[in-house]
């Protein structure tokens, strides 16, 4: 099974910047994606990046341009680094792992972001 810890949430500023990190451990090698979502107050939770074991990453349309996902192999983490935020972007923000294992996603326990206008 892979854990995962989440960090780098907080309260800041329209169009100021947060970096989130989310360190996997467990069966790492399992790990076939991993990737962030959110979840605001009264809205289904969404995709806002991911990113493959090949590398191959995906953004939500609301965030392209804006946030970048990247990972470091050699710490077994994936960060999100979110640039000219917006009051919109105010959720819970949490890291999922996709495994060819059981069971197959992983969730971390959330981290808020806060974006005050």
């Known amino acids: 099974q892979v854990q995962l810890a989440e960090s780098g949430g907080g309260l800041v500023q329209a169009g100021g910047s947060l970096r989130l990190s989310c360190a996997a451990s467990g069966s790492i090698f399992s790990i076939v994606a991993m990737g962030w979502y959110r979840q605001a107050p009264g809205k289904q939770r969404e995709l806002v990046a991911d990113i493959t074991s090949g590398g191959t990453i995906n953004y939500s349309n609301s965030v392209k341009g804006r946030f970048t996902i990247s990972r470091d192999n050699a710490k077994n983490t994936v960060y999100l680094q979110m640039n000219s935020l917006k009051p919109e972007d105010t959720a819970v923000y949490y890291c999922?792992?996709?495994?060819?294992?059981?069971?197959?996603?992983?969730w971390g326990q959330g981290t808020q972001v806060t974006v005050s206008s």
């Open positions: 999922a792992a996709d495994s060819s294992w059981y069971p197959p996603r992983s």
